[in-house]
């Protein structure tokens, strides 16, 4: 075609990058709701320091580069949002704005900007922050503790779910709790509740499919029943799921669209991975929590299981044979 | 709702603004182009030269092979063979003719009923008709009868319209479902298939009364959900009997010949009455148009005139398509005329038409889940940037129907069929020869 005519289809289905972002946004504001409510108003400062951060960011690496600007299209300020829910409300506000900085511009950025990246910003950003800052990152306040706006937070530093299950011993907390979320942990983690009304909302509006959450909740529900150290396997399994960041990671990260696969099958296998990762890190690393690492190394994984799994093609495998 | 076929999308089907209880007729053109390519294939050479007088209905070109012959809309002086606008190929030769405003017929044989025809004979009746696929592939219908006489079980007739606008076929059905209902019969028994089925989706509930009400024993009228590409021939396949024809597969592989339901309509016309394919319904819809509705055209009338007798367009930014919204084309040069598989002249106002000038794909997925062809349409749009052959290639570019569910649900805006047009191209011309 050498005449410059615009191609079909002439019309389109009205979705947009932005307005996706803004149903994942919105579906975030759950889990920080009960994040606030739970460890007070500095975890909502905290969440706005690491929002503004991955804003100003993005904006400024845009604007000094002289490029389009993408800042507007909403994928920093949920880089941003999610990073904080991942992070104790005691975390220093500059340490969690660093952490941003570095999603945003070292993980995101520097790889091409939104779509060429391959690891998850918000979790790459964590990461990061639990090598430099370690002492940061692994006390966590209790709930309902007074937690200081400004300055230092010097906190005692309250035992969560998952360090009683390192012992290995069942949690104090009881599954009520674990499921409304007032127990100790980090800011969007704690509450199973408000992340399953954000993760309704997502699936509603189509954003995400329930294919990777539910491979991934799945095996790590079997393999903890499985390999329960618990004297109740089931217990053992239900607060498995429930503590530490298992659920926000499996409704929220490993659903991330650019660092996720794209075929029905690699999406299964992805999820599972994921969940296997997750539970032998647990059990055998350093720290208490393996979710990060876990959805970081399959991260890597993305291009060979597309290439490994790619879709049945059309008319292949006997479909054609006369009915 | 059990899917039928794998993929696609819902889009606002808008059908309601071209009725299809009401078909329009448009005045013969002063002057008719008739393009010497309106079917996949060869074009035809002229049998006519300029200054002859010719008869409506005549035939004025023809070839072999592929060539479907095109016919005299009108009566009148031939005045030039030339290039001209064409609004799916951008210019292609056609043969002009002054309509002398007499209507003077052509001499037609004496045909009667065909059911003692061999097939063979039936063949070259609907061939000498030029009578061409008119849901838009425009593949001859004689080449296409030929080749699966004896081999398949299921003649399908395509009256799906799963494209949004367009109400042509549905006016048919109508206005003379028991048109399309004897060429059904004709065609089937002509193919030796033991199963019809009138396929039909469930947004068109006139029509399915209308063929209920003249539907012979023996002949199924299946209703199916709406979803595009419904009417997509392999897809159709798939909704009517779960076969699935690969690509490069017909669907007489599979045991199936399909017709749109036009193209039914003029095989009986042709075959009964000799009446070559000079006129066919033309939805004239969209916001853009100030009287959408349905119109019977002449082959060969200017775009210009048909939106004229539809009282012309809203303003200056209406983007015109031949075709509908999903697989149309845009035309830029309205002196291109209709041709046999125009079924619809879609006029969208520039807040209705999309700008797919997006950049930026952030790997939803949302093609790979709207794709019928099991696709991946997002590693289409990054090979084809990268000029990667092997990776398109690799991932099946040319199993492509480009139907266009993969741009319409994009909401990085990427313009995937273009993309995929010229991943096509890339890998044809990196293919060893």
């Known amino acids: ?323 | 709702m059990r899917k039928l076929f794998y993929g696609g999308v819902h889009p606002d089907a808008r059908k309601e603004l071209a009725p299809p209880d009401s078909v329009h007729a448009v005045a013969p053109p002063a002057l008719a182009v008739v393009p010497l390519r309106q079917h996949i294939g060869q074009a035809c050479r002229p049998l006519v030269k300029p200054g002859d007088a010719v008869r409506k209905g005549q035939r004025v070109g023809d070839g072999e092979g592929l060539c479907v012959p095109v016919h005299a809309p009108v009566s009148g002086i031939v005045r030039e063979i030339a290039e001209y606008p064409h609004a799916t190929l951008g210019r292609c030769e056609a043969i002009v003719i002054e309509n002398d405003g007499r209507e003077t017929p052509a001499d037609t044989e004496p045909h009667g009923d065909p059911s003692s025809l061999t097939p063979s004979e039936l063949e070259e009746r609907i061939r000498l008709a030029g009578v061409a696929g008119m849901g838009g592939a425009t593949f001859s219908t004689a080449v296409k009868l030929a080749s699966a006489a004896g081999a398949v079980d299921t003649l399908i007739v395509n009256a799906c319209e799963c494209e949004p606008y367009i109400t042509a076929d549905d006016a048919l059905l109508c206005t003379q479902p028991e048109l399309v209902v004897r060429g059904a019969q004709m065609l089937s028994a002509s193919v030796g298939a033991k199963r019809t089925v009138i396929a039909i989706e469930d947004n068109k509930v006139r029509a399915a009364e209308a063929v209920r009400a003249v539907l012979p024993s023996g002949m199924e009228l299946k209703i199916l959900p709406t979803r595009y590409p419904q009417g997509a021939e392999k897809q159709l396949i798939q909704a009517v009997t779960g076969r699935e024809a690969a690509a490069g597969k017909l669907p007489r592989d599979v045991g199936c010949a399909v017709f749109n339901a036009a193209t039914c309509a003029a095989s009986v016309r042709a075959a009964f009455d000799g009446e070559p394919l000079i006129e066919r319904i033309v939805t004239v819809s969209g916001e853009g148009v100030k009287h959408p509705g349905n119109y019977l055209v002449r082959i060969g009338t200017p775009i210009a005139d048909v939106l004229a007798a539809a009282g012309g367009l809203a303003d200056d930014g209406v983007r015109v398509l031949a075709g509908g919204p999903m697989m149309g084309f845009a035309v830029d040069d309205f002196g291109a005329p209709v041709t046999k598989g125009v079924n619809a002249v879609t006029c969208l106002p520039r807040k209705t038409a999309a700008q797919l000038d997006g950049t930026v794909c952030f790997r939803c997925g949302r093609c790979v889940a709207a794709c019928p062809m099991h696709l991946r349409p997002l590693y289409f749009f990054r090979g084809e940037r990268c000029g990667d052959a092997a990776m398109l290639e690799h991932d099946h570019v040319c199993d492509c129907i480009e139907c266009g569910c993969c741009a319409y649900a994009c909401p990085g805006h990427l313009p995937l069929v273009r993309a995929i047009r010229a991943g096509k191209q890339l890998v044809k011309e990196c293919a060893v020869p």
């Open chain 1, 1 to 323: 075609m050498s005449r410059n005519l615009p191609c079909s289809p002439h019309i389109h289905s009205g979705a947009s990058i932005s307005k996706t972002m803004r149903d994942v946004l919105i579906a975030l504001l759950a889990p920080l709701a009960a994040g606030v409510i739970v460890f007070g108003l500095r975890a909502l400062i905290v969440a706005l320091v690491t929002t503004a951060a991955a804003v100003a960011a993005e904006a400024l690496w845009c604007a000094v580069l002289r490029r389009r600007q993408t800042v507007t299209d909403g994928s920093a300020a949920v880089t941003g949002l999610l990073l904080a829910l991942t992070l104790p409300a005691s975390v220093p506000y500059w340490q969690a704005a660093l952490g941003s900085v570095f999603a945003v511009l070292v993980v995101k950025c520097l790889f091409g900007g939104l779509g060429q990246n391959i690891f998850n910003p918000a979790l790459a950003g964590r990461a990061l922050l639990m090598l430099l800052f370690p002492s940061s990152l692994v006390r966590f306040a209790a709930p309902g503790s007074e937690l200081p706006l400004t300055g230092p937070v010097d906190i005692v530093s309250s035992s969560t779910p998952l360090h009683d299950m390192v012992m290995p011993a069942l949690p104090d907390a009881s599954l009520t709790q674990m499921l409304l979320g007032t127990i100790g942990g980090c800011i969007g983690e704690t509450s199973a509740v408000a992340i399953l009304i954000g993760a309704a909302y997502l699936l509603v509006r189509g954003v995400i499919a329930p294919r990777i959450p539910l491979a991934y909740l799945g095996t790590v529900a079997v393999l903890t029943l499985v390999f329960s150290r618990g004297q109740d396997p089931v217990q053992w399994m239900l607060y498995s799921v429930l503590g530490g960041g298992v659920m926000l990671a499996a409704w929220f990260m490993a659903t991330d669209y650019v660092t996720s696969p794209v075929t029905p099958a690699a999406q299964i296998v992805y999820g599972v991975a994921i969940g296997a990762l997750t539970v032998f890190l647990r059990y055998t690393g350093l720290y208490p929590e393996g979710v990060t690492y876990a959805v970081l190394m399959m991260n890597a994984a993305v291009w060979a299981l597309e290439r490994a799994l790619p879709r049945r093609r059309y008319g292949a495998a006997g479909k054609e044979a006369r009915a």
